[in-house]
């Protein structure tokens, strides 16, 4: 069940180039999201919204989702081996979302770039928490870079990285941990306490991957910056975030991060490359261009240590 299985990897990551996300579809983020509006529902009905109780919460999602894949993957064993590969593949599929970060980000491009802002700022709504409403061109193609490069963890590297470490079952734990931190890890009077223990287990998930996602930007010489990128994501107030939009800042020659607006209030945010231009919209078409070289470099190399892993396994 736990074991990494190379072959699951790789028919996963060309899964997701060939098909992405298909709308409609049975899926894992649509399953977390909707047992976290219930849950969430019955908890706080007539308890007070606390720490303990989020990490109830937690618990019964995650909890809900691993018992109804143990269930399967039992089900699928009595059907064979061909099944229970196919079980944790579709899995690991359903953890990566490269091909749909670069569709969302094309879906902001496309109007940015033709001059239609209104479109533009609807589009980046669906991919940022900010207010979208009133930003100019310059910081809608900002904030889609900074979307890119987050997602590039959330969506790409972490994903693949739990799979090599513990298959399909890592997949699934990282996928409903990132979307439950999506959910309610917002620190707002209503999830501050809440959401924290969703919060602080996405992070813990997301340490390792952060810093090798910026570490195989340096592999590239025009985005070495290493010693930058440290000092800059250090500054973040989220220990992983500031990681990938460092690295990407330089790699497109970019300022990213600074003040940003949510729910009308100013919120004031480090800054990246500090002595890097203002962003436009073809560095959302150059963002792409790297959010691919990494997620290939990244891909390679989880795919070289899940056969050397599987290969240990076998002697």
Known sequence: MWRVDPSQILTAIVLDLLVGDPRGWPHIA???????????AVLTRKRQRSVTLGIVFWGLVTGTIFVGYTISYF??????RAATWLLNTLIIYQSIAA????????????PLAAGNLPEA??????????DTETLSGAEISRATIESVAESLTDAIVAPLFWSVIAGGPGALVYRTANTLDSMVGHRTELYERFGKASARIDDFLNWIPARICAFFFCFFPSACRWGAVCREAASHASPNAGWSEAAMAYAVGVRLGGDNYYDGQCVRGPVFNPSGRDACSTDIAR?????????GA??????LISILLSRLRLK
């Open 121 to 130: 700022r609807r589009r980046l709504a669906w991919i940022v928490g900010r």
């Open 75 to 80: 089900l699928c064993a009595g059907l064979g």
């Open 99 to 110: 091909t749909d970060l670069h569709r969302h980000a094309q879906a902001v491009f496309r």
């Open 287 to 295: 963002s792409l261009g790297w959010m691919w070289r990494i997620a």
């Open 298 to 303: 990244c891909a390679g190399f989880f795919l």
């Open 30 to 40: 649509r399953l977390t999201g909707q047992l976290s509006t219930r849950y969430e």
